[in-house]
């Protein structure tokens, strides 16, 4: 007979991470701790009521993944803010374990241990893994499931590998809708790890990640006669990073102050008109929804083509705060970290990243298998130098941090363990 023993070291991964994850699920409160929970919940309402997706307004700022997440959820556990907690930790914990299986395939079972751990315990990742207010955590598992298939297709050159990972990035545009700009780059990487068909794999692959889009952007343009491939707050998100107040004041300015009535700024102020003229129209719903947007997108390219050098200036800022240890979370409650949030966060991210940077050099060498990853961090970073940065935007990268200080630890270890190499050797 064969032997079914499930490995040691991935169980006990996944249950390290489960157990740390599911303790912040317990301690966090009864209720919803960040405010992007009410958009999703209202949309995963109207499915669980059998009432489908429901109107644009609902949809625009939303993401269908996780309103089917937290729908489900409600559909089998009734509507427990508790239950859908625990059930983003399992995700959170399963995304540790593809972690594992990632970096084993890339560098081997002495790295593989140290990055379990390192992704199992991480703050960062422990807190947004219990949480169903963003869909980071969902997204976090898909991405890393697509680049596991990847890397399958890269030494199997299996046709099923290859239509696996093109779907799971498809759902992961879904859910994250930054990644439409990863197409290209991922596509590239297909063709160029192709050992024979190169454009048919290439093609064969846009096609399979086109399958969720497609279907969803269908069912967009049946409802709202447009076609929207996954939501329509672009413009909106774009004019709110790029404008007179965010240049002089920063986030909060934008944020904060308009969503409180203060609307003295500039930003405040033409937002404000904007919406009363909207509301004064004779337009529907959903041609308000896209008016909006197409009024968004041209007050925040006319700031870019009037102030072009305080826009590069304001993209220089974004990618600082982008990659900053210190939270830039304007909320403060309890359920958000409390005074401890910005100590641990420093703490933790910050050798992190030295170790990252180290881990990055250390495998210089094997930047042909690594190239989907630099582009994934590529188009993280250009698209958040121009849009409002946040930290759990930089999540799913701190994930290939984790990953890539752990090859900095191994060696590290080794060093100590014998003196006869230079540390930053290539692999």
């Known amino acids: 007979m064969g032997d079914y023993r499930v490995p040691r070291v991935p169980l006990f991964i996944f249950l390290l991470a489960l157990v740390a994850r599911v303790a ?14 009410e958009r999703y919940e209202r949309v995963a309402l ?3 009521h059998g009432n489908g997706f429901g109107s644009l307004y609902l949809n625009s700022y939303s993401v ?5 997440l937290i729908a489900g959820v409600y559909e089998v556990f009734g509507q427990s803010y508790l239950a859908l907690r625990i059930v983003c930790a399992v995700l959170g914990a399963l995304s540790c374990l593809v972690g594992y299986l990632i970096t084993r395939r890339l560098f081997g079972e002495s790295i593989a241990r140290p990055a379990g751990l390192l992704l199992a315990l ?40 290859l239509v696996i990972a093109g779907v799971l990035l498809g759902i992961a545009i879904l859910t994250v809708p930054t990644v439409l700009l990863f197409v290209p780059v991922a596509a590239v990487c297909v063709w160029l790890t192709s050992k024979g068909g190169r454009w048919v794999r290439a093609i064969l692959f846009v096609a399979a990640l086109a399958i969720p889009v497609g279907s969803w952007a269908l069912r967009n343009y049946a409802a709202y006669d447009h076609l929207i491939l996954v939501n329509e707050a672009g413009g909106i ?10 240049y002089e004041s920063g986030k909060a300015g934008v944020v904060v102050e308009c969503s409180v009535g203060e609307n003295k700024s500039k930003f405040c102020t033409e937002w404000l008109e904007v919406d009363m003229r909207m509301l004064n129209s004779n337009l529907t719903e959903a041609q308000v929804r896209l008016e909006w947007e197409r009024v968004a997108w041209q007050k925040g390219l006319q700031f870019v083509k009037d102030s072009p050098l ?3 200036k304001l993209s220089a800022r974004r990618f600082i705060s982008f990659w900053s240890p210190i939270p830039d979370a304007l909320t403060t409650n309890p359920g958000s970290g409390g005074a401890a949030r910005d100590l641990i966060a420093a703490l933790t991210y910050t050798p992190i990243l030295i170790l990252a940077i180290a881990g990055l050099w250390l495998t210089r060498s094997e930047w042909q298998r690594l190239l989907p990853i630099y582009g994934y961090f590529l188009v993280f970073m250009a698209v958040y130098s121009i849009y409002l940065p946040a930290t759990r935007y930089r999540l799913p990268l701190d994930f290939f ?19 006869s190499q230079p540390i930053f050797a290539q692999q």
């Open 46 to 48: 109207s499915l669980y």
């Open 401 to 419: 941090l984790l990953i890539f200080a752990a090859v900095a630890l191994d060696r590290l270890w080794s060093r100590l363990r014998t003196t």
């Open 310 to 312: 305080r826009f590069l």
């Open 237 to 246: 998100n774009f004019w709110m990073a790029n404008n007179d107040t965010y």
């Open 122 to 161: 991480y703050p960062y990742l422990v807190y947004v893994s219990a949480l169903f207010e963003y869909p980071q955590v969902l997204f976090i598992l898909i991405a890393a499931l697509f680049f596991l298939f990847l890397l399958r297709f890269q030494s199997s050159q299996r046709t099923v590998d």
């Open 64 to 68: 269908p993944t996780q309103a089917l």
């Open 24 to 37: 912040v699920a317990v301690w966090l409160p009864a209720h919803i701790v960040w405010s992007d929970g």
